[in-house]
């Protein structure tokens, strides 16, 4: 975890679910948090359960 | 106030005095849930309902509607309590993970988490489990970023000539090596700086600021597991919100 938080000095993030990976999720509400512009790229059934994180 | 919870340890949460923070009339949902964590003192995620081997299997195949409408089922209520941990631990939130005894952690945040037995010692667990939260030792860290802290500060107060600013410059300077004093130095920095509503953080590992050298980095947030690995060598287009910079992300 102390690797990935100086991996989140990068200026974006772009996250790729397939399916909804905690830990991916985890890091994925971090670099939001720090308000790191992000993209996603999802899996179209994951969009009705948790659209808001998109 | 207390962020996310669940119904059996209210009895707890009376014990030491907290309540539940409570969602606002006139925001969004996502707004709202923001707002209740910022005004928390301390958060408890429950991932005792995870079941990994239901909701995050390590063999699949993209397209395969048997395995993956279940995994998503199961996953989805789970996904936002991941999520909002990530903000939780941005923001250096005291927080307690509950799980199930049998149940791992789906990551490691170094955190010990407090593992609930299904019984009347519950009550007592998650007490002392957020007594830790709010009153024990912060992460042991041998990392210090206060010379860069106090160097980031310097850099974006080079850039500014509102006459206010230079005692606190001049304070960043002289401040030595007192982080209290630096962060209080900072936060009154910030309402200086052209962009408003800046959020000062104090996250629990040491973090690196960035810079304006080099190339811009892109931080790549993807599940690792084999059956993402066929998807790997996908470009991935990453245009940046000024426009003048197009990245091709190789994955690998």
Request: proline residues 16%.
């Given at each position: 975890m102390a690797a990935i938080w100086k991996d989140l000095s990068s200026a974006f993030c772009d996250c790729r679910y397939y399916l909804l990976n905690l830990n991916a999720l985890l890091e994925l509400g971090m670099a939001m948090a720090l308000g790191k512009p992000t993209r996603s790229f999802i899996n179209i059934n994951i969009f009705n359960s948790i659209f808001h994180l998109c | 106030m207390i962020f996310r919870c669940f119904e059996s340890c209210s009895g707890s949460l009376f014990c030491v005095g907290h309540e539940y923070s409570h969602p606002k009339s006139n925001t969004t949902s996502l707004e709202n849930r923001w707002q209740q964590l910022r005004e928390s003192g301390v958060c408890i995620f429950d991932f005792s309902a995870f079941q990994p081997q239901l909701a995050d299997p390590i063999h699949f195949v993209a397209g395969d509607e048997v395995v993956e409408t279940p995994a998503l089922r199961a996953a989805s209520g789970i996904a936002t309590v991941a999520f909002e941990c990530g903000w939780a631990l941005s923001l250096g939130k005291p927080m307690v993970v509950l799980i199930r005894s049998g149940q791992s952690v789906?990551?490691?945040?170094d955190i010990h988490p407090c593992i609930l037995?299904?019984?009347?010692t519950d009550a007592d667990a998650i007490i002392a489990a957020l007594q830790i939260a709010m009153y024990g030792k912060p992460r042991i860290s041998e990392e210090t970023i206060l010379e860069s802290s106090r160097n980031y500060l310097m850099q974006k107060a080079s850039r500014l000539t509102a006459p206010e600013v230079q005692p606190i410059v001049e304070g960043i300077q002289q401040t030595g090596p007192d982080a209290t004093m630096l962060k209080h130095l900072g936060m009154r920095f910030l309402?200086?700086?052209?962009?408003?509503n800046h959020l000062a953080i104090q996250p629990p590992f040491a973090s690196m600021y960035p810079t304006d050298d080099g190339p811009e980095k892109v931080f790549h947030v993807t599940a690792?597991?084999?059956?993402?690995w066929p998807q790997s060598n996908i470009s991935a287009l990453f245009v940046n919100p000024a426009g003048s910079c197009i990245w091709w992300v190789m994955k690998n």
């Open positions: - | 789906p990551f490691d945040i037995q299904g019984d009347a309402d200086y700086l052209p962009a408003k690792f597991r084999p059956w993402m």
